[in-house]
């Protein structure tokens, strides 16, 4: 994807401190919040609140809750330490300790390969719930459509515009479905405040899901490439941060509380697909029609989440050319269906490599941010970073190592 702000329309933000921002760059910065928040928002993302919710009920509430107020620790620290340096995670990672960026690269690449297999994958499915088309024509058509928005002329303002509206269209569309399914709201607020049952393996999948691999740096990544960079610009930056996981976490909620309205209700689901299942049950033909709306839309997006954030991580910012950044990133979209082409979705062993490399990249690219605020102070162009956001980074980031651990037993299973 190319980055030039003249050829894209993505001016450069060049107001002075405390001034407005062009209306380009505020559009853009709205396409950040939503790019971190549709690469979130993953066929995966569906998948798992289906489920816990089925498991835990009204319950689940308040997992969602944790899950939300780590996020945003997390989010928070991130964008302000990439945004107020000027610098992408890996750039950090290399100034910290040589080839350190490197490593976090390859971790996210490989992990974003075979996790954008799953993207594509679920753009198929998508296909065939609105439609009735095969999944794998459905996704290599959804593959070339976002090839193609990376390869028009104005790309930058084309994904900034797709990723918002999906992303509206999933929330709205998933509202209606929460509405028809009448969920027991009352039931679920008791429990964000004295939950029947607290389960951490929800609360920390939940974090994984969220912010694992690519999707923390989707948005902050996409922020320098909008010009919205340096000191004068942390309430811009701080707002983006924590816009993205609110947008988030309201899809979050709302699939939630359309799959609990059900569940609730009595119906038993599908356990092949318990998320169509759960929408067909709330909302008849049209439900079924509207899940595959949603989750076309939440694979794409992934899609084009996943194939922006991982060039940004194999590629300079200044010593890249447009056509090059863009060539690597049509190439990595098309290696990825074609491997869902041949191979269908990524089998289990690659999916279970995969998470222990984006479990992996966590806690590292957390903490390479993390200790740039802390000891390396002369990266951030003279900002003084606030102790309590600091601090609060820090115990986040224990959770990360949770993460870690938890993603590299099944490695570990594997051989045993």
Do not use: C
């Not at 999944?135 to 459509?145: C, D, E, F, T, V």
Request: proline share 4%; no cysteine; aromatic share 8%.
């Amino acid at each position: 994807m190319s980055h030039t702000p003249e050829q894209h329309g993505t001016d450069t933000a060049t107001a002075p401190p405390g001034g407005r921002l062009a209306a380009s760059t505020r559009s853009t910065l709205l396409g950040a919040m939503f790019l971190m928040a549709t690469s979130a928002i993953g066929p995966g993302f569906i998948t798992q609140t289906t489920a816990f919710t089925v498991q835990l009920g009204a319950a689940f509430a308040f997992a969602i809750l944790i899950s939300i107020l780590i996020d945003i620790a997390l989010q928070l620290n991130v964008w302000r330490v990439i945004g107020v340096s000027g610098r992408r995670a890996q750039e950090l990672g290399n100034l910290v300790a040589p080839g350190l960026g490197w490593v976090m690269a390859g971790f996210l690449l490989i992990g974003g390969l075979v996790f954008n297999i799953g993207n594509v994958s679920g753009a198929g499915l998508g296909t065939d719930a609105m439609f009735g088309l095969d999944p794998k024509i459905g996704g290599a058509i959804s593959a070339l459509i976002a090839i193609g928005i990376f390869l028009s002329k104005r790309a930058g303002v084309a994904v900034d515009r797709i990723v918002v509206v999906l992303g509206l269209v999933m929330i709205a569309l998933t509202a209606y479905v929460a509405v028809t399914s009448g969920p027991p709201v009352g039931q679920a607020l008791r429990n964000v405040v004295l939950p029947e049952e607290v389960d951490f393996l929800a609360i920390t999948t939940l974090v994984g899901g969220t912010i694992g691999g690519y999707i923390v740096y989707a948005g902050a990544h996409r922020l320098l490439d909008s010009g919205v960079a340096g000191p004068e610009h942390v309430r811009d930056i701080t707002r983006g941060s924590v816009t993205g996981i609110l947008i988030t976490a309201v899809m979050r909620i709302l699939l939630f509380l359309a799959i609990l309205g059900v569940v609730t209700g009595g119906a038993a689901l599908d356990p092949d697909n318990q998320a169509a299942s759960a929408f067909g049950q709330a909302a008849g033909e049209v439900g079924l029609r509207v899940f595959g709306v949603v989750l076309w839309a939440a694979a794409i997006t992934s899609v084009i989440g996943a194939s922006y954030t991982t060039v940004s991580f194999v590629t300079s910012r200044t010593r890249t050319s447009d056509r090059t950044r863009t060539l690597l990133v049509v190439g990595f979209i098309a290696v990825t269906t074609l491997a869902f082409l041949l191979i269908g979705t990524a089998p289990a062993t690659l999916l279970v490599f995969a998470g222990a490399f984006n479990g992996l990249l966590l806690p590292i690219g957390i903490a390479v941010l993390l200790w740039v605020a802390t000891r390396r102070t002369d990266l951030l162009r003279g900002y003084r970073y606030p102790r309590w956001l600091l601090g609060i980074g820090w115990v986040a980031w224990l959770v990360t190592l949770y993460l870690a651990v938890n993603s590299v037993r099944p490695v570990i299973d594997l051989f045993s």
